[in-house]
C-alpha cells in the first residue's frame, strides 16, 4: 500500500480544517439517541486516531482498524499521551475481523470512498452487519458523485507551509466514477538540517483513488447487505448536532444512520 505513507507523517496538519468534534458530537448524539451511551465501538478506517480518541474520551471502548502501518503508528502516539486503552488492528476493512461483536460501527471522512467496487463495498457492510450486536449501530459517511465530479475534480489544490508543502492533483473519470489524486509533498526533515544553510526537505509521492457514490445506491446496498437503513442527511450543511439537512443534488458528503438487522455470513 503506497497510500498514506509520506502523508501520514504531516496528515494530522494538513487536515487541521476538518470538523472532527463536530463530527463526534453528532456521532455520540446518534449513539445515545438510540441507548448506545457505552460499550464497545469499532472507528473502521480510523487513520490516525483523531476520532477514535474523542470516541474513546467520551466514555466508549474503543477499537481502530486501518490499513495503514504508518497511520497507525501516529494513532498510537496519541494513545500513549492521552492514556486511553484503544486496541489497534492494521487490517483490510474489505476483510477485517474481530474478536466479538461490537455495539456500534463508525466509519468518517469519506475512508469508504476508498472502496472502488461496488460488490467489495457490499462485503464490507455484510462484515459490519455481522460484527454489530443485535440492533446494533452503522455510522458512516460517504462523498458524493458531485463533490468528486462537479467540485474537485480535475483542481489541483498547491499549499506552502512552514514544515511542508504539497500539490494536490485530481483527475475524475466520469466512466468508472473514480478520482484519482496525485499528492505530492515536500516535508521538513529536521534531522537533517544544515543549520544556517538552511532547511532540508524530502519528497514523498502517492497515488490515491476514490469513487462517488450516489446516496440511493447506497442505500440499496446496504439493503441488499442485509443492514436496516434509517436516514441519511446532509454531512456539513449543519450548524449543530440536532440539526438534518435533507440531502440534495448539491450534497458533498452525505451521513448516514444503519442498523443491524439479518445476519449475511
Not at 464497545?40 to 474520551?57: I, K, N, P, Q, R
Not at 461483536?101 to 457490499?122: G, W
Not at 466520469?174 to 521538513?188: H, K, M, Q
Not at 436496516?228 to 448536532?241: L, P, R, S, V, W
Amino acid at each position: 500500500m503506497d497510500e498514506y505513507t509520506g502523508f501520514a507523517e504531516v496528515y494530522d496538519e494538513l487536515m487541521e480544517d476538518v470538523p472532527y468534534a463536530e463530527w463526534c458530537d453528532r456521532i455520540v448524539a446518534v449513539l445515545k439517541e438510540n441507548g448506545i451511551n457505552d460499550g464497545l465501538v469499532l472507528d473502521l478506517g480510523c487513520g490516525s486516531g483523531t476520532m477514535t480518541e474523542m470516541l474513546a474520551a467520551a466514555g466508549y471502548d474503543m477499537t481502530g482498524v486501518d490499513l495503514s502501518p504508518e497511520m497507525l503508528e501516529k494513532a498510537k502516539l496519541k494513545k500513549e499521551s492521552s492514556g486511553n486503552d484503544i486496541l489497534y488492528l492494521c487490517q483490510d476493512m474489505r476483510s477485517f475481523e474481530l474478536y466479538g461483536t461490537v455495539r456500534a460501527i463508525v466509519c468518517v471522512c469519506d475512508s469508504l470512498n476508498y472502496i472502488l467496487d461496488e460488490d467489495e463495498l457490499k462485503h464490507v457492510f455484510e462484515l459490519v452487519n455481522n460484527y454489530l450486536d443485535p440492533g446494533g449501530l452503522f455510522l458512516f459517511d460517504i462523498n458524493t458523485v458531485h463533490k468528486y465530479r462537479d467540485v474537485i475534480g480535475d483542481m489541483t489544490i498547491a499549499e506552502n507551509r512552514e514544515d511542508c508543502s504539497f500539490i494536490w492533483e485530481n483527475y475524475y473519470d466520469g466512466d468508472s466514477g473514480v478520482n484519482e489524486y496525485d499528492l505530492t509533498l515536500f516535508i521538513r526533515d529536521r534531522e537533517s538540517d544544515r543549520g544556517d544553510a538552511g532547511a532540508v526537505y524530502r519528497k514523498h509521492e502517492e497515488t490515491h483513488f476514490q469513487r462517488g457514490y450516489e446516496p440511493e445506491r447506497i442505500t440499496e446496498l446496504l439493503k441488499e447487505a442485509g443492514i436496516e437503513f434509517i436516514e441519511a442527511f446532509d454531512g456539513e450543511k449543519t450548524e449543530n448536532i440536532s440539526e438534518k439537512v435533507r440531502v440534495s443534488e448539491d450534497s458533498e458528503r452525505v451521513f448516514f444512520i444503519a442498523r443491524e438487522c439479518m445476519k449475511k455470513i
